[in-house]
């Protein structure tokens, strides 16, 4: 392979670049499948070109390592967004990216982007480059994009794409909004009982000495976990991000814990209803789309069930797409899920008999969307009672602590 760098005039302005071919030949092609109508104003070999200096891949490499240079969510909807708004403009997808390029900040988005251009290039499709990035995109987004590849209209799925992102967004940050109330309560807790085992409760171990009592057993509990923080506080610390570096390793490689992860967040208060609700509604959004462009529903299905995240969802979908490869039909397959309740089944068989069963599934995302609604904005009231429960045992366990150990002391003294 031979390394030229290139000045070229495209669309009234200069260009410099420099490109990889086995040939000039190879190089001409390769221009003008990237510019059209370009003008090449230089052609010179080179040699191979650095990445920049050690220390800055030094620098590069640490950064990836600790996810410094991971790609923000404001960042990757703006691109998303953008490559919609050109799309369906009609500019080329190609052009596109490179438009979008000069305007990205984001140092491994502009990595990205690179790779997806090369990637094209070379006659990937726009799904297939942006699946080698689907741990940074999300299944969602290399779904959607099939979609738009499938259709051949990327503009339509870009944008749905776009809003089904932003929604997800909003959600997100009305779940922190409704967590920071009870986050704060456990916060200010928690300080009282550092506050109160390291300052006073050792005052009562003195006086008790003084006496030659013992502490009342709550109160020695207290002590103990002094004792233990003062001790091995650091171990712990260490030891609980040590443990979170583990957790997030098995996550990304053993499909067995992310199965069983999954399992628990299916089983787990509050947070399996908005698991499902979401997922739900996702899939029935873009199972919908894919129908009403006139995609098989045995396709349609197939596409749809690898957006799908939760290992245990996915599992029982891809045995739902095994029955419809056997023959039944589609809202029997979905009923030996247990995923839909009965009223969803009922819309799908009516929607499948009657034909109009894209019309259907919109309805039943809109019905899984208001679910999902509704669990966001009743978070308080739902976790409301779990918060009473620790502020009830933290509040008794301090009472107990302090108070028992006043009493027996009157006690002492009387005695």
Known sequence: MHYYKLEILYRGKKEKLILEAPSKQELYTMVFSQYPKCKILLIKETSKPTSGSTLENIQNQIADFLQLNSVDEESKIFFLHQLAVMSDAGISILDSLREIRKSVENRNLQNIIDSILKDINNGESLSEAFSK??????????????????????????????????????????VKKAMSYPRNVLIAMVIAIIVIINYVIPQFESIFAKFNSELPLMTQILLGAEKFFSEYGLYLFFGTILLSLSFKHALKNSKKFLYLYHFTLLKTYIIKDITLYSTLNRFTVVFSELLSSGISVFEALEISISMVENRVLKEKFLRSYNDINRGEPLYKSFQHTNIFDNMVIQMIYTGESSGELQKMLGNISDYYKRKFDAIIENMNSLIEPVILFFMGALVTTLALGIFLPIWNLGEISRG
Do not use: H, P
């Not at 689907?134 to 870009?158: C, P, Q, V």
């Open 133 to 174: 990035y689907e741990n940074i995109f999300g299944n969602l987004t290399i779904t959607m994009i099939k979609l738009g590849d499938k259709t051949g209209d990327s503009a339509k799925a870009l944008f749905k794409l776009v809003g089904m992102l932003e929604e997800m967004r909003d959600n997100r940050t009305k």
